[in-house]
């Protein structure tokens, strides 16, 4: 089956610390995944996909193949970084449906 | 560009009442999706129409049914709500298109539901 884990509910660091968010897939193809962040009031939105390998506000996520995981990562953690973050990827013939993962909800300290 | 709006943003229920969750996007986006979210539980989809005219379950369809009226808007229907479907809903949309597989979904501000 299908699934998106995201093993912590809460992660709390201080200002300036790296930050690594972790998600793990299983998935029997060649997965298509994405990070979603949601900060506080706001509307979901993409934060980065796999497939353009781009660096947005500093985050930076690798697909590992091996070890079937896409882990959210950044050198130097701030503030306005605090938020709820999804991890998901696209169900194979789907027409495009997303598997969440259950969320980690970041803190940044400052 | 209004990009995807929802109505209502928030919505108290008695159990047994039915209500309409309006969902419209004008980005001329082919796929449209509800889904709900709830603590612990992240967001899971209950119904999506990969194009207009048409719709299909996703993994927590029971209770709902949906209309896409057409391209720009997609409603979520509650015909007996009940106290579990107290929830977060929101709404997406996506371009999406098949032989990429892959796609951005934009996410409308959410409707805030509470059954009594």
């Known amino acids: 089956a299908q699934r998106v884990t995201q093993p912590e509910k809460l992660l709390s660091v201080f200002k300036g610390a790296p930050v690594e968010l972790k998600c793990n897939y299983s998935?029997?193809?060649?997965?298509?995944l994405f990070w979603y962040v949601q900060y506080s009031r706001q509307r979901l939105q993409l934060l980065l996909r796999h497939i353009s390998r781009e660096s947005i506000k500093g985050f930076t996520a690798d697909l590992n193949k091996g070890e079937t995981s896409f882990h959210l990562k950044k050198p130097f953690a701030q503030e306005e970084d605090s938020a709820m973050y999804y991890c998901?990827?696209?169900?194979?013939?789907?027409?495009?449906?997303?598997?969440f993962g259950k969320g980690t909800k970041l803190s940044v300290k400052p | 560009n209004a990009g995807v709006t929802q109505t209502p943003k928030f919505q108290v229920l008695k159990t047994g009442q039915s209500m309409t969750l309006q969902c419209a996007q004008d980005?001329?986006?082919?796929?449209m999706y509800w889904y709900r979210q709830d603590p612990g539980m992240g967001l899971r989809l209950i119904y999506y129409?990969?194009?207009?005219?048409?719709?299909d379950k996703g993994e927590v369809p029971n209770g709902y049914n949906v209309s896409r009226l057409n391209k720009r808007e997609f409603s979520l229907r509650l015909e007996s709500a009940a106290p579990s479907q107290t929830s977060v809903y929101f709404c997406?949309?996506?371009?999406?298109?098949?032989?990429?597989?892959?796609?951005?979904?934009?996410f409308g501000p959410g409707t805030r539901l509470t059954v009594l």
């Open positions: 998901a990827l696209i169900r194979a013939g789907s027409q495009g449906n997303l598997i």
């Open positions: 997406a949309s996506s371009l999406y298109r098949t032989a990429e597989n892959t796609d951005t979904q934009y």
């Open positions: 980005m001329n986006h082919n796929s």
């Open positions: 129409s990969a194009s207009e005219g048409t719709t």
């Open positions: 998935y029997s193809g060649s997965p298509e």
